[in-house]
Protein backbone atom coordinates (compact mmCIF):
# COMPACT_ATOMS: atom_id res chain seq x y z
CA UNK A 1 0.00 0.00 0.00
CA UNK A 2 0.62 3.74 0.12
CA UNK A 3 3.83 4.85 2.30
CA UNK A 4 4.13 8.10 3.65
CA UNK A 5 7.71 8.76 5.25
CA UNK A 6 8.12 12.10 7.73
CA UNK A 7 11.37 12.96 9.02
CA UNK A 8 12.75 13.91 11.65
CA UNK A 9 10.58 11.60 13.83
CA UNK A 10 11.75 14.15 17.06
CA UNK A 11 13.26 17.64 16.68
CA UNK A 12 14.40 19.95 19.42
CA UNK A 13 15.66 23.25 19.14
CA UNK A 14 16.65 26.44 20.18
CA UNK A 15 14.64 29.37 19.78
CA UNK A 16 15.19 31.48 16.95
CA UNK A 17 16.53 28.38 15.01
CA UNK A 18 14.74 27.09 11.62
CA UNK A 19 13.23 23.43 11.40
CA UNK A 20 12.76 21.40 8.38
CA UNK A 21 10.45 18.46 8.21
CA UNK A 22 10.40 16.22 5.31
CA UNK A 23 7.48 14.90 3.71
CA UNK A 24 8.02 11.79 1.18
CA UNK A 25 5.85 9.61 -0.84
CA UNK A 26 7.53 6.34 -1.16
CA UNK A 27 5.63 4.01 -3.46
CA UNK A 28 3.29 6.63 -5.43
CA UNK A 29 3.64 10.27 -6.71
CA UNK A 30 1.15 13.05 -4.50
CA UNK A 31 0.54 15.67 -6.69
CA UNK A 32 -1.02 17.06 -3.26
CA UNK A 33 0.08 17.01 0.79
CA UNK A 34 -1.47 17.95 3.57
CA UNK A 35 0.34 19.70 6.78
CA UNK A 36 -1.49 19.44 9.86
CA UNK A 37 -0.50 20.39 13.51
CA UNK A 38 -1.38 18.50 16.57
CA UNK A 39 -1.32 19.71 19.57
CA UNK A 40 -1.77 16.85 23.00
CA UNK A 41 -4.87 15.42 23.45
CA UNK A 42 -6.36 17.63 20.90
CA UNK A 43 -7.21 17.14 16.72
CA UNK A 44 -5.39 17.74 13.90
CA UNK A 45 -5.54 21.34 12.59
CA UNK A 46 -5.26 21.53 8.92
CA UNK A 47 -2.31 24.24 8.39
CA UNK A 48 -1.67 24.08 4.48
CA UNK A 49 -1.86 22.40 1.61
CA UNK A 50 0.86 22.13 -0.64
CA UNK A 51 0.60 21.58 -4.10
CA UNK A 52 3.31 20.46 -6.33
CA UNK A 53 4.66 23.00 -8.52
CA UNK A 54 2.55 25.72 -7.24
CA UNK A 55 2.31 27.30 -4.13
CA UNK A 56 1.44 26.06 -0.77
CA UNK A 57 -2.60 27.28 0.20
CA UNK A 58 -2.59 28.31 3.91
CA UNK A 59 -5.72 28.20 5.93
CA UNK A 60 -6.86 31.27 7.99
CA UNK A 61 -4.26 32.31 10.51
CA UNK A 62 -1.35 30.11 9.15
CA UNK A 63 1.23 32.83 8.34
CA UNK A 64 2.79 31.88 5.77
CA UNK A 65 6.44 33.58 5.79
CA UNK A 66 6.79 31.58 9.36
CA UNK A 67 5.88 28.51 7.75
CA UNK A 68 7.49 27.56 4.72
CA UNK A 69 6.67 24.67 2.16
CA UNK A 70 7.64 23.58 -0.72
CA UNK A 71 6.56 21.15 -2.72
CA UNK A 72 9.60 20.68 -5.47
CA UNK A 73 8.70 17.20 -6.41
CA UNK A 74 6.01 14.81 -6.71
CA UNK A 75 7.55 12.39 -4.14
CA UNK A 76 8.65 15.26 -1.76
CA UNK A 77 7.17 18.24 0.23
CA UNK A 78 9.06 20.02 2.96
CA UNK A 79 7.72 22.56 6.18
CA UNK A 80 10.06 24.81 7.40
CA UNK A 81 9.47 26.41 10.66
CA UNK A 82 11.33 29.21 10.77
CA UNK A 83 12.71 31.71 13.54
CA UNK A 84 11.11 28.93 16.07
CA UNK A 85 9.47 29.76 19.22
CA UNK A 86 8.24 27.65 22.49
CA UNK A 87 4.82 28.51 21.36
CA UNK A 88 5.75 26.62 17.85
CA UNK A 89 6.27 23.33 19.73
CA UNK A 90 3.34 20.72 18.51
CA UNK A 91 3.29 17.92 16.47
CA UNK A 92 3.37 18.28 12.99
CA UNK A 93 2.00 15.54 10.38
CA UNK A 94 1.92 15.34 6.79
CA UNK A 95 -0.44 13.47 4.69
CA UNK A 96 -0.41 12.90 1.02
CA UNK A 97 -3.16 12.45 -1.39
CA UNK A 98 -2.58 9.78 -4.48
CA UNK A 99 -3.12 9.98 -8.17
CA UNK A 100 -5.16 7.13 -8.60
CA UNK A 101 -8.30 7.39 -8.84
CA UNK A 102 -9.44 4.61 -6.70
CA UNK A 103 -7.46 5.84 -3.65
CA UNK A 104 -8.05 9.79 -4.34
CA UNK A 105 -10.21 9.97 -1.51
CA UNK A 106 -8.05 8.37 0.95
CA UNK A 107 -4.88 10.06 2.38
CA UNK A 108 -2.24 8.75 3.81
CA UNK A 109 -0.69 9.89 6.35
CA UNK A 110 2.90 10.19 7.87
CA UNK A 111 4.09 9.05 11.73
CA UNK A 112 4.61 12.83 12.37
CA UNK A 113 7.51 15.36 13.58
CA UNK A 114 7.66 16.27 17.42
CA UNK A 115 8.73 19.44 17.00
CA UNK A 116 10.27 20.91 20.33
CA UNK A 117 11.54 24.33 20.73
CA UNK A 118 13.37 25.33 23.72
CA UNK B 1 -14.42 26.32 14.17
CA UNK B 2 -13.53 24.17 10.76
CA UNK B 3 -14.07 21.34 13.04
CA UNK B 4 -16.83 18.85 13.80
CA UNK B 5 -17.42 17.19 17.43
CA UNK B 6 -17.02 14.05 18.11
CA UNK B 7 -18.66 12.37 21.72
CA UNK B 8 -17.80 10.64 23.81
CA UNK B 9 -14.09 12.54 24.59
CA UNK B 10 -13.23 9.31 26.14
CA UNK B 11 -14.33 5.69 26.57
CA UNK B 12 -13.29 2.84 28.53
CA UNK B 13 -14.26 -0.51 28.40
CA UNK B 14 -13.44 -4.06 28.86
CA UNK B 15 -11.84 -6.19 26.05
CA UNK B 16 -14.76 -8.15 24.25
CA UNK B 17 -17.44 -5.29 24.65
CA UNK B 18 -18.45 -3.03 21.78
CA UNK B 19 -17.04 0.87 21.73
CA UNK B 20 -19.28 3.37 19.88
CA UNK B 21 -17.94 6.37 18.99
CA UNK B 22 -20.23 9.65 17.72
CA UNK B 23 -19.03 12.28 15.02
CA UNK B 24 -21.43 15.41 14.26
CA UNK B 25 -20.16 17.75 11.37
CA UNK B 26 -21.17 20.79 10.23
CA UNK B 27 -21.39 21.48 6.25
CA UNK B 28 -22.35 19.12 3.73
CA UNK B 29 -20.13 16.02 2.51
CA UNK B 30 -19.01 13.56 -0.31
CA UNK B 31 -17.86 11.42 1.77
CA UNK B 32 -17.06 10.96 5.20
CA UNK B 33 -13.77 8.89 6.74
CA UNK B 34 -12.70 7.57 9.69
CA UNK B 35 -9.22 7.33 10.81
CA UNK B 36 -7.38 5.55 13.89
CA UNK B 37 -4.05 7.13 15.83
CA UNK B 38 -1.66 5.63 18.29
CA UNK B 39 -0.38 7.57 20.81
CA UNK B 40 2.50 9.98 19.53
CA UNK B 41 1.94 8.42 15.80
CA UNK B 42 0.54 9.30 12.65
CA UNK B 43 -3.21 8.76 11.18
CA UNK B 44 -4.21 5.58 9.63
CA UNK B 45 -7.05 5.29 7.40
CA UNK B 46 -10.17 3.21 8.79
CA UNK B 47 -12.98 3.42 6.15
CA UNK B 48 -14.56 5.54 4.59
CA UNK B 49 -18.46 5.99 3.54
CA UNK B 50 -19.88 7.79 0.62
CA UNK B 51 -22.94 10.31 1.32
CA UNK B 52 -24.95 8.32 -0.68
CA UNK B 53 -24.29 5.56 2.00
CA UNK B 54 -25.88 4.33 5.33
CA UNK B 55 -24.20 1.81 6.57
CA UNK B 56 -20.77 0.02 5.88
CA UNK B 57 -19.24 -2.83 7.38
CA UNK B 58 -15.25 -3.69 7.38
CA UNK B 59 -14.46 -6.29 9.94
CA UNK B 60 -14.95 -5.62 12.67
CA UNK B 61 -16.06 -2.30 12.13
CA UNK B 62 -19.47 -0.78 11.81
CA UNK B 63 -20.32 3.06 10.41
CA UNK B 64 -23.45 4.29 9.93
CA UNK B 65 -24.12 7.53 8.43
CA UNK B 66 -27.07 10.29 8.36
CA UNK B 67 -26.49 13.12 6.63
CA UNK B 68 -29.80 14.63 7.38
CA UNK B 69 -28.79 15.28 11.07
CA UNK B 70 -24.69 15.47 9.81
CA UNK B 71 -23.56 12.47 12.04
CA UNK B 72 -22.28 9.37 12.00
CA UNK B 73 -20.92 6.83 14.39
CA UNK B 74 -18.53 3.89 14.46
CA UNK B 75 -18.82 0.59 15.90
CA UNK B 76 -16.04 -1.55 16.88
CA UNK B 77 -17.11 -5.07 17.83
CA UNK B 78 -15.76 -7.07 20.60
CA UNK B 79 -12.63 -5.26 20.86
CA UNK B 80 -9.12 -5.77 22.00
CA UNK B 81 -7.01 -3.96 24.10
CA UNK B 82 -4.90 -3.09 21.04
CA UNK B 83 -8.30 -1.30 19.75
CA UNK B 84 -6.53 1.07 22.15
CA UNK B 85 -5.98 4.89 20.25
CA UNK B 86 -7.44 7.82 19.53
CA UNK B 87 -10.34 7.86 16.57
CA UNK B 88 -10.81 10.46 14.56
CA UNK B 89 -13.72 11.09 11.82
CA UNK B 90 -12.95 13.42 8.80
CA UNK B 91 -15.03 14.96 6.38
CA UNK B 92 -14.25 16.67 2.67
CA UNK B 93 -16.69 19.54 2.81
CA UNK B 94 -17.78 18.21 -0.93
CA UNK B 95 -14.72 19.50 -2.21
CA UNK B 96 -12.58 17.44 -4.10
CA UNK B 97 -8.95 18.58 -3.22
CA UNK B 98 -8.84 16.03 -1.07
CA UNK B 99 -8.69 18.33 1.98
CA UNK B 100 -10.04 16.83 5.10
CA UNK B 101 -11.48 18.67 8.21
CA UNK B 102 -11.33 16.61 11.35
CA UNK B 103 -13.31 16.02 14.31
CA UNK B 104 -12.01 16.38 17.53
CA UNK B 105 -11.57 12.33 18.44
CA UNK B 106 -12.34 9.61 20.75
CA UNK B 107 -9.84 8.57 23.37
CA UNK B 108 -10.44 4.80 23.53
CA UNK B 109 -9.10 2.78 26.21
CA UNK B 110 -9.93 -1.19 26.21
CA UNK B 111 -8.76 -2.38 29.53
CA UNK B 112 -7.40 -6.59 28.92
Known amino acids: GAVVSQHPSRVICKSGTSVKIECRSL??????MFWYRQFPKQSLMLMATSNEGSKATYEQGVEKDKFLINHASLTLSTLTVTSAHPEDSSFYIC??????????????FGAGSRLTVL | SQQGEEDPQALSIQEGENATMNCSYKTSINNLQWYRQNSGRGLVHLILIRSNEREKHSGRLRVTLDTSKKSSSLLITASRAADTASYFCATDGSSNTGKLIFGQGTTLQVKP
Open chain 1, 27 to 32: DFQATT
Open chain 1, 95 to 108: SARGTGASGANVLT
